[in-house]
């Protein structure tokens, strides 16, 4: 079991850059593969972002490759994403999930554990 927190999410201008945040209590990460995904008004949840357990592989959906970095810090039991050139296309409110399962990292229906989202807004 692990619980899920996020925090870092606020309003920016378009081409700005902002960093959320997940701390995890319960199990360390090494347990699971880490997921972000948003979810816009009106649209399905999708996914952004995530790290594996071993944290050595990444993958990003590809309208935010090259802008955005999934990281961890595992003393503290965090996971990061980084933000930059932030486009008004990418507001949202962002979730944290964990998984220990397989299947394909980017299906959200894989994530039992999620955090309770924090909004971003990129203003144009």
């Known amino acids: 079991q692990v619980q899920l927190v996020e925090s870092g999410g606020g309003v920016v201008q378009a081409g700005g850059s902002l960093r959320l945040s997940c701390a995890a209590s319960?199990?360390?990460?090494?347990?699971?593969?880490m997921g972000w995904f948003r979810q816009a008004p009106g649209k399905e949840r999708e996914f952004v972002a995530a790290l594996n357990r071993r944290g050595d592989r990444t993958y990003y959906a590809d309208s935010v490759k090259g802008r955005f970095t999934i990281s961890r810090d595992g003393p503290m039991n965090t996971v990061y994403l980084r933000m930059s050139s932030l486009k008004p296309e990418d507001t949202a409110v962002y979730y944290c999930?964990?998984?220990?399962?397989?299947?394909?990292?980017?299906?959200?229906?894989?994530?039992?554990?999620w955090g309770q989202g924090t909004q971003v807004t990129v203003s144009s």
């Open positions: 319960g199990r360390t990460f090494s347990f699971y593969d």
């Open positions: 999930a964990a998984r220990n399962t397989l299947g394909d990292v980017s299906a959200a229906a894989t994530y039992p554990y």
